[in-house]
């Protein structure tokens, strides 16, 4: 059974920064692309970051462009978010998902694809 547990939500004073991590468990992850979303509440989910596992190809929403960086560690079946000169209007929960098609418009979730449970990112102003 796939499992994607997310880590590293907190709070942060804006400018700060936070790590994310996202494990993954079940199988091998080297053929998906996976990324990560955030969701506030009342609002519809929205795409933050994706990477091509194999070819680490990377996809952005622009709203974190040259403040958020993806990356993963194959060894250990792992991905991460790097979010750095945090503002207020990214708090949010964070998920992690797997099994994304995506296009230079960004990302979304495979009806086959997997969701993590979430972690809190609260960044005070």
């Known amino acids: 059974q796939v499992q994607l547990a997310e880590s590293g939500g907190a709070l942060v004073q804006a400018g700060g920064s936070l790590r994310l991590s996202c494990a993954a468990s079940?199988?091998?992850?080297?053929?998906?692309?996976m990324g990560w979303f955030r969701q506030a509440p009342g609002k519809e989910r929205e795409f933050v970051a994706g990477i091509v596992w194999r070819a680490s190809r990377t996809y952005y929403a622009d709203s974190v462009k040259g403040r958020f960086t993806i990356s993963r560690d194959s060894a250990k079946n792992t991905m991460y978010l790097q979010m750095n000169s945090l503002k207020a209007e990214d708090t949010d929960v964070y998920y992690c998902?797997?099994?994304?098609?995506?296009?230079?418009?960004?990302?979304?979730?495979?009806?086959?694809?997997?969701w993590g449970q979430g972690t809190q990112v609260t960044v005070s102003s």
């Open positions: 998902a797997a099994d994304l098609y995506c296009s230079s418009y960004g990302c979304h979730v495979s009806p086959s694809g997997y």
């Open positions: 079940g199988r091998s992850f080297s053929s998906y692309t």
